[in-house]
Each structure stands twice: as structure tokens, then as C-alpha cells.
């Protein structure tokens, strides 16, 4: 069974600060997903990461991918009160039918002035 | 272009009444999916559909049937609400092949009382 792991679940950080949000994952894939919910709303797409050493940048976050250690990351440098949201990371296993997407459990983000 | 469209947005029922959640799209997308969200909680996968009159089941799939009768719709029935399907369903679609995203739906709050 596929078990897609985020680390922290809950973040409480100051403006102005950096941190890094973990997504580790228990199978062989290459395609991971990002994705911010803010509260009562659906799903908005961050980062696609298809292949071992993918890196993308929006703004002040950056995800990461390394398909060897399962591994993805998501920086924010230089944290701003409008990145308060719940962060998701989704993993489509390899050999998967119908590429479904595995989701993390999520961390949510408060950016304190 | 509406994307992915869920109808309808608001719901409570009884325990053991019926209801259809409807989700459609607009895309020409070859997969669907339902999708529900529980507090704490990241998407967890019901149903899927890798095309017109397929079906097949996600990780939670008991208590809930699915049709893809049009390639644009992907109907959810919930045959016997019960307490422990309140929740907030996503609808889901993609393209097929392997750089695509997926274009999410706004949600069905339903809530079993």
C-alpha cells in the first residue's frame, strides 16, 4: 500500500522567515504533485514534478524531487501572510492504472505579521 | 470554458436517504475521479474512471456506486447515506499521458444527519 507521508502537519511560522515542507513516499514514482487548498475552497495546482532531480520555482516557493531517497520538498523563502493555506503533495505510483494521484495528509501553514 | 463543474455544492441528508452527485466536464478529459476530504485529512480516492462506460474502485470505495455513462459526466450515487459519509467531495479529471495535470471541481459539502 502506497503511504505518501508530509512532515510537519502544522506550521506556524513568522514573516519573513524560511522553512521546508517534507513529502516522503513509499513506492517507486515519478510524478508528484503540489498543491495549495486554502479554507472552503478546492484544489490549486503548484508544481508538476515529472522526473529525478526536477526543480520548480513560483514566486517565493520552490519544490524539489528526488525519486531515489522518495523525497520531495517545498521551500518557502521568505514566508508572506498570503501563504497561509494547507500544502498537499500527491504521488502517482509507477505502474499504476489510471494515474491516480495518493495524497499526503497535508500541512497547514499560518504566516504570523 | 467551465472546467470541472460538481452539482450540487450544498447537501444534507438523512441517514439512509439516496443521492447522485453529479460532475462534469467540458475538456475532453479521458479520466475522472471522485475524491473525498475528511478534517485532518488529505483526498482519499472513491471511484475512478479511465474512460466512457468504465468504472473502478479507489481506496474507500464501499457504500458508494459510480456511472460514466457520457465521457463528459461521472455521477457518484450514495445509495444509504450513513453519518460517516459526511464529508467534502472532490470531482476530478485529466487527460491521458504522463505531463498532464488534473483539473479539480469546487467541492460537494455533504453533510449525513
Known amino acids: 500500500e502506497l503511504k505518501v507521508e508530509q512532515n510537519p502537519l502544522f506550521l506556524s511560522m513568522q514573516e519573513g522567515k524560511n522553512y521546508t515542507i517534507y513529502c516522503n513516499y513509499s513506492?517507486?514514482?515519478?510524478?508528484l504533485y503540489w498543491y495549495r487548498q486554502d479554507p472552503g475552497k478546492s484544489l490549486e495546482s503548484l508544481f508538476v514534478l515529472l522526473s529525478n532531480g526536477a526543480v520548480k520555482q513560483e514566486g517565493r516557493l520552490m519544490a524539489s524531487l528526488d525519486t531515489k531517497a522518495r523525497l520531495s520538498t517545498l521551500h518557502i523563502t521568505a514566508a508572506v501572510h498570503d501563504l497561509s493555506a494547507t500544502y498537499f503533495c500527491a504521488v502517482v505510483p509507477k505502474e499504476t492504472s489510471g494515474s491516480r494521484l495518493t495524497f499526503g495528509e497535508g500541512t497547514q501553514l499560518t504566516v504570523n505579521p | 470554458n467551465a472546467g470541472v463543474t460538481q452539482t450540487p455544492k450544498f447537501r444534507v441528508l438523512k441517514t439512509g436517504q439516496s443521492m447522485t452527485l453529479l460532475c462534469a466536464q467540458d475538456?475532453?478529459?479521458?479520466?475522472m475521479y471522485w475524491y473525498r476530504q475528511d478534517p485532518g485529512m488529505g483526498l482519499r480516492l472513491i471511484h475512478y474512471?479511465?474512460?466512457?462506460?468504465?468504472?473502478a474502485k479507489g481506496e474507500v470505495p464501499d457504500g458508494y456506486n459510480v456511472s460514466r455513462l457520457k465521457k463528459q459526466n461521472f455521477l457518484l450515487g450514495l445509495e444509504s447515506a450513513a453519518p460517516s459519509q459526511t464529508s467534502v467531495y472532490f470531482c476530478?479529471?485529466?487527460?491521458?499521458?504522463?505531463?498532464?495535470?488534473?483539473?479539480f471541481g469546487s467541492g460537494t459539502r455533504l453533510t449525513v444527519v
Open positions: 513506492t517507486t514514482s515519478d510524478r
Open positions: 475538456m475532453n478529459h479521458e479520466y
Open positions: 474512471s479511465v474512460g466512457e462506460g468504465t468504472t
Open positions: 476530478a479529471s485529466r487527460r491521458t499521458g504522463t505531463n498532464y495535470g488534473y483539473t
